[in-house]
DNA sequence: CCGACCATGTAATATGTTACATGATTGT
DNA sequence: ACAATCATGTAACATATTACATGGTCGG
């Protein structure tokens, strides 16, 4: 149930309404977690009833309002109990692995495509997250830079930028991690197509 | 919808039971998808009923019955399609970096624990994900190695073994990764610690 | 007035998890 | 006899995805 943690996570850097939540988690990277507005509403709801979050409600012209959420003593609690306790890790489940295991039919060209479309879907990821952590090292990430300034003494406000840059550096490292492996791939399949007298393709490793 | 495509996958290196199938899932490592029987049977049921896969029924004792699957040309081709298009990412759910990044309150000794936890998790992993490389690469492992051995020539023996090779060993890269990023983290740790005379803990960095 | 964006909701469907339930076989 | 393992199923619940549906505001 790590939606609902997400949430009480995002409250903690201010209060803000289901549509905020939603853009920040469903648009924009910079977020470990995703969810569309579909689950979002629903949710905040149940976690309302649940004393975990209180909302106030501003009317937006004769038939609509817009619901503004807060996190509550009891959602604090909520959340920083979790964060206390280890990570657990889910089960592993990896489409790209088994598109690449059950693809030894032979068809070479469908092979680099593979590795070419996960070199390149990394690259894109490891810039958006170099972006990110660069917005969040120079405090432009709003909510972020708040939640710093509003820590109690100078560790604790290096802590709330150091823990998300350590974050954003981790999965940075884990794009590059993929761009190399994929690098790898390609230059062991144009080594197997030249082995075997199949090196019909007319660019090598390179872009 | 990935659990079928794992079915149709494994039933290329020879027909199983289902139970066969669910021990290698969530079971024994080695996989890049896990499934509990729950979800298993009744798929089974709604490919076989689609054309993909066929089974035949052994009476066991006076009331049960045991069914073995086999892959059919629909089932094999449906599997070939959907290897030969090029990998999709889904949106990425990390519970780990939530708890990370929303752990800043200054409870250091769970973010020790957190790190450490993180370590262990992806040594262990490390460790299965190696055995289980070299068992593919030693033929070991029957299926794979039974897979191998019906290719139509060397090229596609190969590899079958090579594809698998590259993908456990991608896995391998990633568990080094992590390790790597948690005794960064670890470090940071200590000197965090030391920079405003916190460093109250017995051990360093090491295990 | 129209399109972009703000804002909130529901419904249908698919997928994943946990628990309950039953029976056979094999080795101790 | 009993435990472990083989073997198959259902039910209840939680979570995730996609689509449908509505209304407001603001700028051009």
Redesign the pocket.
């Known amino acids: 149930?790590?939606?609902?943690h997400a949430i009480l996570g995002w409250l903690t850097t201010g209060p803000g309404?289901?549509?905020?939540?939603?853009?920040q988690l469903?648009q924009g990277l910079g977020w470990f977690?995703?969810?569309?507005?579909?689950?979002i509403?629903?949710?905040?709801?149940d976690m309302e009833a649940r004393g975990l979050i209180t909302?106030t409600?501003e009317p937006?012209?004769?038939?609509?309002?817009?619901?503004?959420?807060e996190i509550t003593p009891d959602g604090r609690k909520a959340i920083r109990e979790w964060t206390e306790t280890p990570p657990t890790y889910?089960?592993n489940?990896d489409g790209e692995r088994l598109r690449l295991i059950f693809g030894d039919h032979g068809n070479l060209a469908a092979l680099r495509t593979h590795f070419e479309t996960h070199r390149q879907h990394y690259q894109e990821r490891r810039d958006s997250l170099s972006r990110f952590l660069h917005e969040v090292s120079s405090r432009q990430q709003p909510r972020i830079a708040r939640r710093a300034a509003n820590a109690p003494d100078e560790a604790h406000q290096e802590l709330v930028i150091a823990l998300r840059e350590i974050a954003y550096r981790g999965d940075v490292h884990r794009a590059e991690n993929e761009i190399m492996w994929a690098e790898d791939c390609l230059r062991w399949l144009d080594a197997f197509e030249v082995r075997h007298g199949l090196a019909e393709h007319g660019s090598g490793t390179g872009e």
């Open positions: 149930m790590s939606l609902e309404t289901g549509y905020d939540l939603a853009r469903d977690w995703t969810a569309p507005h579909s689950q509403y629903p949710r905040l709801k909302s409600s937006v012209g004769a038939k609509s309002a817009k619901r503004t959420y889910p089960p489940r």
